[in-house]
């Protein structure tokens, strides 16, 4: 005689395939998650050309070192509402260039840097205008036309208090 007092679940009723496959289930909607956002998200490369940028490092680093032959140093003030920047440079230039180049380049994301032309105003004194003013962590880089030298450094803004950027050593 048959026990007819037994009865059997369906699978998807069981505790232990769920226990199992809650895991799997998890993780592929985290993944797939992910990769929309990734995608959606995408920021770029910090550096496009860092292979050609490694290759000329050796450029890179004569510029530095010729600025702290002439002894080159910089004090830049940016004014946070109206977007001024004002630089005085100090150093032993035979002549002041008629323009600077000043940089601002972000620690995370390439395409977010921009530059600010600055023109003498008088001797040492140049003055430029940036459209947006800087917020938070951002390298600078200040150079002349003939990019001969250049200084660099960074500084946390908005900033109160005058930047100083010195040869590198």
């Known amino acids: 005689m048959q026990n007819t007092n037994s009865t059997t679940h369906a ?23 992910m990769l929309s956002f990734s995608i959606q998200v995408f920021d770029g490369t910090v550096n496009d050309n860092y292979y050609k940028e490694g290759l000329a490092i ?5 510029r530095d070192h010729y600025a702290q032959k002439l002894g080159m140093a910089a004090s830049l003030k940016v004014d946070s509402v109206t977007g001024d920047v004002l630089i005085t440079l100090n150093g032993q230039l035979e002549s002041w260039p008629k323009q600077l180049t000043l ?7 390439a395409n977010r840097d921009y530059s600010a032309v600055l023109t003498q105003v008088t001797g040492n ?8 003013a800087p917020l938070n962590l951002w390298y600078l880089d200040i150079s002349a036309p003939d990019n001969l030298w250049r200084l660099k450094g960074s500084a946390d803004f908005p900033a109160e208090e005058v930047i100083e950027l010195k040869a590198a050593q």
């Open 11 to 33: 699978w998807y009723k069981q505790f232990w395939p769920w226990f199992l496959l809650a895991p799997l289930i998890v993780t592929v909607i985290v993944g797939i998650t």
């Open 58 to 62: 050796n450029q890179t680093l004569e």
């Open 103 to 109: 940089q601002f380049i972000n620690p995370t994301r």
């Open 125 to 132: 004194n140049y003055r430029g205008q940036v459209e947006k």
